[in-house]
């Protein structure tokens, strides 16, 4: 993973680098940059490398926008946590272009979600009620790409072997029968998480019901 490169009033670097580096990913932002425009692009799009003369002689990196290039999205999406205030997604992702990177954004809207809840269950019936009262009745929406961890199905399954239909932890029964598999439904849950290194092994796993592989996240 390479360092993102942040360009401003700098259209001959910029265009350099997009040539240079047909692979990687370039964000469009504006200055300063805030959550309000953040658009992903692969370096190959042509409405970020396409000039155009009636936008003038800086329409990339002059004016209100400034470019975000990196080789990989993690870079990107590094830079913009540690420079862009809010949860960290996207406005939008290029419908020209479609940019599939493999990146973590989910976790950090579900957990500012989650500290808004509970903030909001503190707060008054009456401010509540004001505030839905003029709430938009369509959600927001935010784009965000999710890394997915490519799991061994064998751990899961000498998981649940090992368990038997009893939860590991609180030791009752499955709740209920898996309507795919017709077997008791548990879920194996990693007790150091991937994202933080640990392994997928059976040693780091054990088999929960949705309780307690609720309690283990969130209790």
Not at 59 to 67: D, E, S, V
Not at 138 to 148: Q, S
Not at 161 to 166: E, F, I, Y
Request: proline share 7%.
């Amino acid at each position: 993973m390479h360092a993102a490169q942040h360009f401003e009033n700098d259209e001959p670097g910029y265009l350099d680098w997009i040539r240079n580096n047909p692979g990687g990913y370039v964000l469009n932002l504006n200055r300063p940059p805030t959550q309000r425009y953040l658009v992903l692009h692969k370096a190959c799009c042509s409405d970020i490398r396409n000039q155009l003369a009636r936008r003038g002689p800086a329409q990339f990196t002059g004016g209100k926008y400034a470019k975000l290039c990196a080789s990989d999205a993690e870079s990107i999406v590094t830079w913009v946590s540690e420079h862009v205030p809010g949860p960290l997604s996207f406005t939008s992702l290029c419908k020209r272009c479609r940019p599939d990177a493999p990146v973590g954004c989910a976790e950090n809207i579900q957990q500012t979600f989650a500290s808004a809840a509970h903030q909001a269950l503190r707060d008054s019936t009456v401010d509540r009620r004001a505030r839905l009262n003029k709430a938009n009745p369509k959600p927001a929406v935010r784009y965000v790409m999710t890394r997915v961890f490519v799991r061994n199905p064998d751990v899961v399954a000498e998981v649940l072997h090992r368990a038997q239909g009893r939860c590991e932890r609180c030791r009752n029964q499955a709740p209920f029968n898996s309507r795919s598999t017709g077997e008791p439904y548990l879920e194996v849950h990693h007790r150091i998480p991937l994202a933080k290194n640990g392994d997928d092994t059976v040693e780091n796993a054990i088999a929960l019901c949705p309780n307690c592989h609720r309690a283990s996240h969130y209790g």
